[in-house]
């Protein structure tokens, strides 16, 4: 693996750490930094619960303020170290990540290693993800008119786009979801978590047996099979723009029946009827070609052949231009019912396992792992 040029970071914290609390914080030019732990300490006063703002599968994470007067979100790993790569490989990787720079994309500021800790530090994003702020309510819902929905779906297919295909060499994320879109102060969408899936999950081949990702976003060759590919992460992105123009939860269950937003989109649009999947909490007040023509895009990009999903770019050209999406044609898309299909071998293997929401990460081998039940049990 190519070890990027550790000059590039800001000076190391550990030479100068003795009679100021904040040894590097003057020079700070946008380059990869160390911080030490001290530092997030005391920018997160001591990691005070006050100060969460999240919590993933991998820790919690808290709001920071530097002595710049930033702020960042400091993200605690709570992966087992022994789990990761060694540290100096751990410390280059995130250095390559924090490089790459775009407008939708979260930009990773840097990370703290000291013995069995692991922080990384993020720009802090005032609003929060996509999930917290726009979907669970009808109240949140109602803040989200046509053109904010508009320009966030346009804005995350450019950070995917420029993480698929302008990126050499690219990086599927592999967990797009709406946990992962973060929202700055001008609810700009802001891509997070790439190239973690792949840091963090210690994978060694493209096609792996270890999935990692979350239920209802799943692509299902990636859920059966393990293959990640650029047209996964375009599946994911399928769902996440349905979810985005209906409001609706990836996953529903009434009376014990499950029924994800892809199966109602796909019902809808056999019945001729996709516009009824609008959310209703727009009011009638959207353009009604432009959101059938969204919500086309969405299929188009959950069908079941991954090749015959568009690649990102063209769906940033679909979203932006006024293309005529009457007359396209587009197949049937990727259930996930063989993830339900586990899910009942899984729960009579181990009835017992502790159960976790449709909305977590989940990495499992599917082959054998308890844990694949932990995360696919309601
Ligand atoms: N840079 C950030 N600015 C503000 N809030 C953030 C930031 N990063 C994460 N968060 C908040 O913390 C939560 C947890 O983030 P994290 O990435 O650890 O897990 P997740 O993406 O929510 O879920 P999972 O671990 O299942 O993938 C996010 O959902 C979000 O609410
Ligand atoms: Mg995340």
Partial sequence: MKIPC????????????NNNDYPD?????????????????LATRNFHSSEKVGEGGFGSVFKGKLVDGSFVAVKVLSVEVESMRGEREFVAELA???????QNLVSLKGCCVEGAYRYLVYDYMENNSLYNTFLGSEERRMRFNWEIRKDVSIGVARGLD????ELK????????????????????????????????RDETSYISTRVAGTLGYLAPEYANSGQVSR????????????????????????????????????AAYQSNDLLKLVDPML??????EEALKFLKVGLLCVQETAKLRPRMSEVVEKLTKDIDMRDVHISKPGFVADLRNIRIKQQNLNSSE???????????????????ARYLLD
């Fill in 6 to 17: 550790f000059s590039c970071f800001s000076p190391s914290t550990t030479e100068k750490n």
């Fill in 25 to 41: 914080e003057e020079i700070n030019d946008g380059s990869f930094r160390l911080f030490t732990h001290k530092q997030l300490k």
């Fill in 96 to 102: 390559t990540l924090a490089n790459i720079k775009h």
């Fill in 162 to 165: 420029f993480l698929h295909e």
């Fill in 169 to 200: 060499p690219h990086i599927v994320h592999r967990d797009i979801k709406a946990k992962n879109i973060l929202l700055d102060r001008n609810f700009i969408p802001k891509v997070s978590d790439f190239g973690l899936a792949k840091l963090l």
């Fill in 231 to 266: 047209k996964s992460d375009v599946y994911s992105f399928g769902v996440l723009l349905l979810q985005i123009v209906s409001g609706l939860a990836v996953v529903d269950a009434y009376q014990d029946i499950e029924r994800f937003i892809v199966e109602k989109a796909w």
């Fill in 283 to 288: 009011n009638m007040n959207f353009p009604e």
């Fill in 354 to 372: 502790e159960s976790s929401s449709a909305g977590a990460t989940f990495t499992s081998s599917i082959s054998s792992s308890a844990n694949l």
